[in-house]
């Protein structure tokens, strides 16, 4: 069982950046994709961003040229930079791991919300 914690979360005005961290407990070669979903209220979850163990990067249209994903796998950590964040990126926040033998595992979220 691979657990997730997700931190960096918090409330920040419009324009603003907030820099999400996740830890991962799974041994560091057991790990292939790691990524940040969301999910706003009365929406289904969507992928932000994901980020493979060789180090490429998917990031949605809509937060594209904002948000950065990067990843240190020693450290097991996976992060989100979100700059000039609007009232639309706010949801919950979490993160996923994807492992080699093709399990996933999920984080408990963390809360953003953009409003002035």
């Known amino acids: 069982q691979v657990q997730l914690v997700e931190s960096g979360g918090g409330l920040v005005q419009p324009g603003g950046s907030l820099r999400l961290s996740c830890v991962h407990s799974?041994?560091?070669?057991?790990?292939?994709?790691m990524g940040w979903y969301r999910q706003a209220p009365g929406k289904e979850r969507e992928l932000v961003a994901d980020?493979?163990?060789?180090?490429?990067?998917n990031v949605a249209d809509s937060v594209k040229g904002r948000f950065t994903i990067s990843r240190d796998s020693a450290k097991k950590m996976v992060y989100l930079q979100m700059n000039n964040l609007k009232p639309e990126d706010t949801a919950v926040y979490y993160c996923?791991?994807?492992?080699?033998?093709?399990?996933?595992?999920w984080g408990q979220g963390t809360q953003v919300t953009v409003s002035s």
């Open positions: 996923k791991a994807h492992t080699f033998s093709d399990t996933y595992y």
């Open positions: 799974g041994s560091i070669f057991s790990i292939n994709v």
């Open positions: 980020i493979a163990s060789g180090g490429s990067a």
